[in-house]
T-cell receptor
Framework: DAGITQSPRHKVTETGTPVTLRCHQT?????MYWYRQDPGHGLRLIHY???????DKGEVSDGYSVSRSKTEDFLLTLESATSSQTSVYFC????????????FGDGTRLSIL | GQNIDQPTEMTATEGAIVQINCTYQ??????LFWYQQHAGEAPTFLSY????GLEEKGRFSSFLSRSKGYSYLLLKELQMKDSASYLC??????????FGDGTTLTVKP
């Protein structure tokens, strides 16, 4: 299995608080992604990174920011969490190349009350 | 933009064959992935198609027709452990992946 660790695995917090999720990889892959998955839905891309300090927005980026200061770490921040951001968040990594599959972390279950 | 359609649910019998379809509309198509996701777990990679035709990998095969914007995943000799969601994902030339909502397959004895 690809070495991907997401932390925390579970978090409950209140509306309006900042939240940071961490994705750590040991594979030295160039590409890293953050997705959210809501019940009955597939994965929706929030942000992705194609190198250190190189990031781009996905289809549901509003309310989220990311940072990648090292190859191995990709952080997702909710500056002021809202109940609509309650979801399961998955991090994924892939090697360079459009034919490369993504390997996913175990997910973070985030509840915002 | 991208649009990907898959059936929401399917049911099949252990030992049978099932075909899960995926249709897509996209610009800059550069490949289609299938992933399997068991309940409460992370998705795992099953197959990749970029050229028309069938790719076979053990009990699983995946087919692509680029002109029709169509793919299917074929599962043979179904086992109970194949009960899962199957996600179709299209990747564009820009390197972004768009996922369908997934098909939940239930395998019954």
């Amino acid at each position: 299995d690809a070495g991907i660790t997401q932390s925390p695995r579970h978090k409950v917090t209140e509306t309006g608080t900042p939240v940071t999720l961490r994705c750590h990889q040991t594979e030295n892959h160039r590409y890293m992604y953050w997705y959210r998955q809501d019940p009955g839905h597939g994965l929706r891309l929030i942000h992705y990174s194609y190198g250190v300090k190189d990031t781009d927005k996905g289809e549901v980026s509003d309310g989220y920011s990311v940072s990648r200061s090292k190859t191995e770490d990709f952080l997702l921040t909710l500056e002021s969490a809202t109940s609509s951001q309650t979801s399961v968040y998955f991090c994924a990594i892939s090697e360079q190349g459009l034919n490369q599959p993504q390997h996913f972390g175990d997910g973070t279950r985030l509840s915002i009350l | 933009g991208q649009n990907i359609d898959q059936p929401t649910e399917m049911t099949a019998t252990e030992g049978a064959i099932v075909q899960i379809n995926c249709t897509y509309q996209t610009s800059g198509f550069n490949g289609l992935f299938w992933y399997q996701q068991h309940a409460g777990e992370a998705p795992t990679f099953l197959s990749y198609n970029v050229l028309d035709g069938l790719e076979e990998k053990g009990r699983f095969s995946s087919f692509l027709s680029r002109s029709k914007g169509y793919s299917y995943l074929l599962l043979k000799e179904l086992q109970m452990k194949d009960s899962a969601s199957y996600l179709c994902a299209v990747i564009t030339n820009a390197g972004k992946s768009t996922f369908g909502d997934g098909t939940t397959l239930t395998v019954k004895p």
